[in-house]
């Protein structure tokens, strides 16, 4: 079932978006629609969020005001609102339409969305939806000076991504902050500095603390 744009927005969301910078980037590992929405709402995504991605179209439900300014937007393991054709699995359409528009999607089977599984090489070489995803993903790490990880923990099996991340970050260090209910045990901090070549300066258990300490 599609949400409306007022029952997807997300105010804590909208507190960590709002405090990025135009042409900084949002990477979502999250196959759910609650950030694209927020962002959208908050007039921080158009179909410049998606440049030098291979949609086959992007549809909205409406037209981004004058004033916008788009966030990088990236989901890495796909989504729930990327459809694509019968006859070709490669061809995929990004549609952020609801019950509050009357637009129909674009594609007419199965969502693409990457499982955990051991290896995903060879979906990133079959699928240049993912391929692209994922190397600009590792570019957009690869310069950072600060990131913010919300939820996502790298403390895990996914030793192909974390291998990934861990050579983009190697000759440039950053600093972190982290969102998440494991920052009371120094491992799982650890981990992420070393995984990240930075250092943690600001932790919180929850998006609700994050929210109410930077008020």
């Known amino acids: 079932m599609g949400h409306a744009l007022t029952s997807c ?17 949002v990477v979502n590992f999250n196959y759910d629609e609650i950030a694209d929405y927020t962002l959208f709402s908050s007039n921080r995504l158009s179909k410049i969020s998606f440049m030098g991605l291979p949609f086959a179209s992007i549809n909205l439900p409406r037209e981004p005001s ?3 300014q788009p966030m990088r937007y990236l989901k890495v393991h796909g989504s ?7 006859e070709d699995f490669s061809v995929v359409h990004y549609n952020l339409i609801s019950e509050a528009c009357n637009k129909n999607p674009v594609g007419n089977t199965f969502f693409p ?5 051991l290896t995903k090489e060879i979906i990133y070489k079959q699928y240049p939806i993912y391929k692209d995803h994922i190397e600009a993903f590792l570019s957009c790490i690869s310069e950072s000076d600060e990131i913010i990880l919300v939820g996502k923990s790298f403390m895990n099996s996914d030793r192909e991504l974390n291998e990934l991340i861990q050579k983009e970050r190697s000759s440039k260090k950053c ?13 799982f901090i650890n981990h992420h500095e070393m995984l990240f070549n930075g250092k943690c300066y600001r932790l919180y258990e929850s998006l609700h603390n994050y929210f109410t300490n930077m008020q």
């Open 66 to 68: 004058a004033d916008c």
């Open 80 to 86: 729930f609102n990327w459809l694509s054709q019968v």
């Open 175 to 187: 600093m972190i902050t982290i969102v998440d209910p494991m920052v009371s045990y120094q491992e």
């Open 9 to 25: 927005f997300c105010i804590y969301h909208n507190k960590l978006f709002n405090e990025l910078e135009t042409g900084d980037a």
């Open 113 to 117: 969305i990457i499982l955990p599984t």
